[in-house]
Protein backbone atom coordinates (compact mmCIF):
# COMPACT_ATOMS: atom_id res chain seq x y z
CA UNK A 1 0.00 0.00 0.00
CA UNK A 2 1.27 3.41 -1.19
CA UNK A 3 1.01 5.53 2.11
CA UNK A 4 1.15 8.79 0.47
CA UNK A 5 4.21 10.35 2.25
CA UNK A 6 7.16 10.22 -0.14
CA UNK A 7 8.49 13.64 -0.14
CA UNK A 8 6.88 15.20 3.32
CA UNK A 9 8.93 17.05 5.45
CA UNK A 10 8.55 15.84 9.31
CA UNK A 11 9.97 16.94 12.35
CA UNK A 12 10.51 14.59 15.07
CA UNK A 13 11.13 16.04 18.66
CA UNK A 14 12.72 13.31 20.71
CA UNK A 15 13.73 11.83 17.10
CA UNK A 16 17.07 10.15 18.73
CA UNK A 17 16.23 7.29 20.54
CA UNK A 18 13.51 5.09 21.29
CA UNK A 19 9.77 5.70 19.78
CA UNK A 20 11.07 9.08 18.14
CA UNK A 21 13.84 6.97 16.13
CA UNK A 22 11.57 4.64 14.94
CA UNK A 23 9.17 6.67 13.55
CA UNK A 24 12.39 8.49 12.07
CA UNK A 25 13.05 5.16 10.05
CA UNK A 26 9.80 3.93 9.15
CA UNK A 27 9.29 7.40 7.62
CA UNK A 28 11.84 7.31 5.84
CA UNK A 29 11.30 4.27 4.37
CA UNK A 30 8.85 5.94 3.04
CA UNK A 31 10.38 8.69 1.38
CA UNK A 32 10.12 11.59 3.73
CA UNK A 33 12.57 14.13 5.00
CA UNK A 34 13.31 14.38 8.24
CA UNK A 35 14.11 16.87 11.00
CA UNK A 36 15.60 15.35 14.28
CA UNK A 37 15.08 17.65 17.83
CA UNK A 38 17.36 15.99 20.69
CA UNK A 39 19.32 17.60 24.03
CA UNK A 40 22.29 15.71 22.45
CA UNK A 41 24.63 15.85 19.49
CA UNK A 42 25.94 12.45 20.01
CA UNK A 43 23.01 10.95 20.15
CA UNK A 44 21.78 12.69 16.85
CA UNK A 45 24.88 12.06 15.13
CA UNK A 46 24.01 8.38 15.82
CA UNK A 47 20.40 8.36 14.86
CA UNK A 48 21.04 10.16 11.72
CA UNK A 49 23.86 7.50 10.64
CA UNK A 50 21.80 4.51 11.54
CA UNK A 51 18.59 6.04 9.58
CA UNK A 52 21.23 6.82 6.02
CA UNK A 53 22.92 3.10 6.34
CA UNK A 54 19.01 1.59 6.91
CA UNK A 55 17.33 3.71 4.40
CA UNK A 56 19.04 4.55 0.69
CA UNK A 57 19.05 8.33 0.06
CA UNK A 58 17.50 9.32 3.65
CA UNK A 59 17.52 13.52 3.93
CA UNK A 60 18.03 13.73 7.43
CA UNK A 61 18.72 16.88 9.23
CA UNK A 62 19.43 16.81 12.63
CA UNK A 63 18.99 20.20 15.21
CA UNK A 64 19.96 20.34 18.98
CA UNK A 65 17.78 22.18 21.53
CA UNK A 66 16.44 21.80 25.34
CA UNK A 67 12.48 21.69 24.95
CA UNK A 68 11.89 22.56 28.13
CA UNK A 69 12.60 26.45 27.10
CA UNK A 70 10.25 28.03 25.57
CA UNK A 71 12.87 30.09 23.34
CA UNK A 72 14.50 26.83 21.94
CA UNK A 73 10.93 25.66 20.94
CA UNK A 74 10.05 28.75 18.75
CA UNK A 75 13.64 28.71 17.43
CA UNK A 76 13.62 25.20 16.27
CA UNK A 77 10.14 26.02 14.86
CA UNK A 78 11.79 28.78 12.57
CA UNK A 79 14.81 26.65 11.72
CA UNK A 80 12.79 23.88 10.10
CA UNK A 81 10.45 26.40 8.06
CA UNK A 82 7.62 24.75 6.27
CA UNK A 83 6.45 21.53 7.42
CA UNK A 84 4.04 18.73 6.34
CA UNK A 85 3.85 16.73 9.65
CA UNK A 86 4.99 17.51 13.31
CA UNK A 87 5.46 14.69 15.82
CA UNK A 88 5.98 15.65 19.54
CA UNK A 89 7.72 13.02 21.26
CA UNK A 90 10.23 14.76 23.16
CA UNK A 91 10.16 13.93 27.25
CA UNK A 92 9.83 11.41 29.83
CA UNK A 93 8.05 12.04 32.93
CA UNK A 94 9.90 10.52 35.69
CA UNK A 95 8.15 7.58 37.99
CA UNK A 96 6.77 7.97 41.47
CA UNK A 97 4.01 8.49 43.80
CA UNK A 98 2.99 11.68 44.74
CA UNK A 99 5.52 11.81 47.92
CA UNK A 100 8.84 11.27 46.09
CA UNK A 101 8.02 13.16 43.36
CA UNK A 102 8.44 16.52 44.50
CA UNK A 103 7.59 20.12 43.32
CA UNK A 104 10.47 21.29 41.37
CA UNK A 105 11.27 17.28 39.20
CA UNK A 106 7.01 17.01 38.47
CA UNK A 107 7.54 21.06 37.28
CA UNK A 108 10.58 20.19 35.16
CA UNK A 109 9.24 17.07 33.66
CA UNK A 110 5.90 18.98 32.68
CA UNK A 111 8.20 22.04 31.33
CA UNK A 112 9.42 19.55 28.77
CA UNK A 113 6.39 17.04 27.75
CA UNK A 114 3.41 18.79 28.93
CA UNK A 115 4.43 22.65 28.11
CA UNK A 116 7.01 21.39 25.43
CA UNK A 117 3.80 19.75 23.26
CA UNK A 118 0.95 22.57 24.47
CA UNK A 119 3.56 25.72 23.00
CA UNK A 120 4.85 23.38 19.96
CA UNK A 121 1.38 22.45 18.82
CA UNK A 122 0.16 26.76 19.49
CA UNK A 123 3.09 27.32 17.35
CA UNK A 124 3.09 24.76 14.69
CA UNK A 125 -1.16 24.46 14.44
CA UNK A 126 -0.74 28.23 13.67
CA UNK A 127 1.03 27.72 10.55
CA UNK A 128 -0.26 24.69 9.20
CA UNK A 129 -3.94 26.64 9.43
CA UNK A 130 -2.41 29.33 7.57
CA UNK A 131 -1.68 26.97 4.99
CA UNK A 132 -4.71 24.82 4.60
CA UNK A 133 -2.53 21.95 5.37
CA UNK A 134 -0.70 19.70 8.24
CA UNK A 135 -1.20 16.68 10.65
CA UNK A 136 0.39 17.20 14.10
CA UNK A 137 0.67 13.76 16.05
CA UNK A 138 1.45 13.71 19.96
CA UNK A 139 3.64 10.50 21.34
CA UNK A 140 1.68 10.33 25.22
CA UNK A 141 1.27 7.43 27.10
CA UNK A 142 -1.30 4.81 28.29
CA UNK A 143 -0.73 6.61 31.72
CA UNK A 144 -3.50 8.62 30.45
CA UNK A 145 -6.38 6.16 30.52
CA UNK A 146 -4.78 3.46 32.60
CA UNK A 147 -3.22 5.87 35.82
CA UNK A 148 -1.30 4.19 38.70
CA UNK A 149 -0.77 5.68 41.96
CA UNK A 150 3.38 4.68 41.19
CA UNK A 151 3.34 6.98 37.75
CA UNK A 152 1.14 9.85 39.23
CA UNK A 153 2.74 13.21 37.73
CA UNK A 154 2.78 10.97 33.91
CA UNK A 155 -0.73 9.87 34.48
CA UNK A 156 -2.03 13.26 35.01
CA UNK A 157 0.75 14.71 32.53
CA UNK A 158 -0.63 12.75 29.95
CA UNK A 159 -4.31 12.68 30.48
CA UNK A 160 -3.51 16.48 30.25
CA UNK A 161 -2.65 16.13 26.25
CA UNK A 162 -5.02 13.22 25.31
CA UNK A 163 -7.92 16.38 26.11
CA UNK A 164 -5.18 19.02 24.22
CA UNK A 165 -5.18 16.20 21.59
CA UNK A 166 -9.07 15.94 21.53
CA UNK A 167 -9.99 20.06 22.16
CA UNK A 168 -7.71 21.01 19.01
CA UNK A 169 -8.05 18.16 16.72
CA UNK A 170 -12.06 18.48 17.29
CA UNK A 171 -12.37 21.29 14.82
CA UNK A 172 -9.13 21.03 13.20
CA UNK A 173 -10.55 19.35 9.69
CA UNK A 174 -12.32 22.58 9.53
CA UNK A 175 -9.10 23.95 8.13
CA UNK A 176 -7.32 20.89 6.57
CA UNK A 177 -4.83 20.06 9.19
CA UNK A 178 -5.40 16.70 11.61
CA UNK A 179 -4.45 16.50 15.08
CA UNK A 180 -4.09 12.59 16.53
CA UNK A 181 -2.35 10.77 19.10
CA UNK A 182 -1.34 7.49 20.12
CA UNK A 183 -0.67 6.24 23.82
CA UNK A 184 2.00 3.52 23.74
CA UNK A 185 2.08 1.42 27.22
CA UNK A 186 4.97 -0.29 28.38
CA UNK A 187 7.49 -0.67 25.32
CA UNK A 188 10.87 -2.24 25.07
CA UNK A 189 13.04 0.45 25.19
CA UNK A 190 15.38 2.35 27.98
CA UNK A 191 12.40 3.86 29.37
CA UNK A 192 10.97 0.62 30.35
CA UNK A 193 13.92 -0.24 32.53
CA UNK A 194 13.67 3.29 34.10
CA UNK A 195 10.16 2.85 35.01
CA UNK A 196 10.75 -0.33 36.06
CA UNK A 197 12.84 0.38 38.44
CA UNK A 198 11.33 2.91 40.38
CA UNK A 199 7.80 0.87 40.50
CA UNK A 200 10.90 -2.27 41.80
CA UNK A 201 12.12 0.47 44.42
CA UNK A 202 9.12 1.28 45.78
CA UNK A 203 7.73 -2.40 45.75
CA UNK A 204 10.12 -3.63 47.11
CA UNK A 205 12.74 -1.04 48.29
CA UNK A 206 15.33 -1.98 45.55
CA UNK A 207 15.86 -1.24 41.92
CA UNK A 208 17.83 -4.51 41.40
CA UNK A 209 14.35 -6.80 41.05
CA UNK A 210 12.78 -4.79 38.41
CA UNK A 211 13.03 -7.28 35.94
CA UNK A 212 10.78 -9.18 38.17
CA UNK A 213 7.93 -6.70 37.07
CA UNK A 214 8.13 -6.91 33.10
CA UNK A 215 4.92 -8.51 31.79
CA UNK A 216 4.11 -11.43 30.39
CA UNK A 217 0.36 -11.31 29.67
CA UNK A 218 0.46 -9.03 27.21
CA UNK A 219 4.52 -8.58 26.89
CA UNK A 220 5.89 -5.39 26.05
CA UNK A 221 5.61 -4.03 22.72
CA UNK A 222 8.40 -3.27 20.08
CA UNK A 223 9.16 0.52 18.95
CA UNK A 224 8.13 -0.83 15.51
CA UNK A 225 4.97 -1.43 16.64
CA UNK A 226 4.23 1.84 17.34
CA UNK A 227 6.18 3.19 14.29
CA UNK A 228 3.88 1.78 12.07
CA UNK A 229 1.07 3.00 14.11
CA UNK A 230 2.25 6.11 13.37
CA UNK A 231 3.44 6.11 9.90
CA UNK A 232 -0.04 4.82 8.93
CA UNK A 233 -1.99 7.67 11.36
CA UNK A 234 -0.22 10.78 9.71
CA UNK A 235 -0.63 9.57 6.24
CA UNK A 236 -3.08 10.93 3.70
CA UNK A 237 -4.73 6.78 3.94
CA UNK A 238 -5.37 8.01 7.80
CA UNK A 239 -6.90 11.90 6.21
CA UNK A 240 -10.48 11.36 8.17
CA UNK A 241 -8.86 10.58 11.88
CA UNK A 242 -8.54 13.68 14.29
CA UNK A 243 -9.00 14.08 17.52
CA UNK A 244 -8.20 11.12 17.95
CA UNK A 245 -5.58 9.36 20.34
CA UNK A 246 -5.23 5.21 19.97
CA UNK A 247 -3.78 3.09 23.23
CA UNK A 248 -1.21 0.78 21.26
CA UNK A 249 -0.81 -1.94 24.90
CA UNK A 250 -1.76 -5.44 23.48
CA UNK A 251 -5.33 -4.71 25.14
CA UNK A 252 -3.88 -4.17 28.58
CA UNK A 253 -5.61 -0.99 29.54
CA UNK A 254 -8.41 -2.28 28.85
CA UNK A 255 -8.47 -5.13 31.33
Known amino acids: MDLGLNGKRVVITGGSKGIG ?5 SLAIEGCSLHLAARGQRALNEAK ?28 VDAVGEIDIWINNAGAIPAGDIWTVDEATWRNAWDLKVFGYINLCREVYAGMVDRGDGVILNIIGAAAVRPQPSYIAGAAGNSGLVGLTAALGSRSLDHNVRVLAINPGLIVTDRM ?28 GSVEQCANVVTFFVSPRASHISGTTLTVDGGASAR
Do not use: M, Y
Not at 21 to 25: D, E, F, H, R, S
Not at 193 to 216: A, C, M
Open 49 to 76: ELIEKTVQNAKVTTHVCDLAKSQEQSAL
Open 21 to 25: LGCAV
Open 193 to 220: GDILRQESLDKFGTEGRWEELIPTDPPP
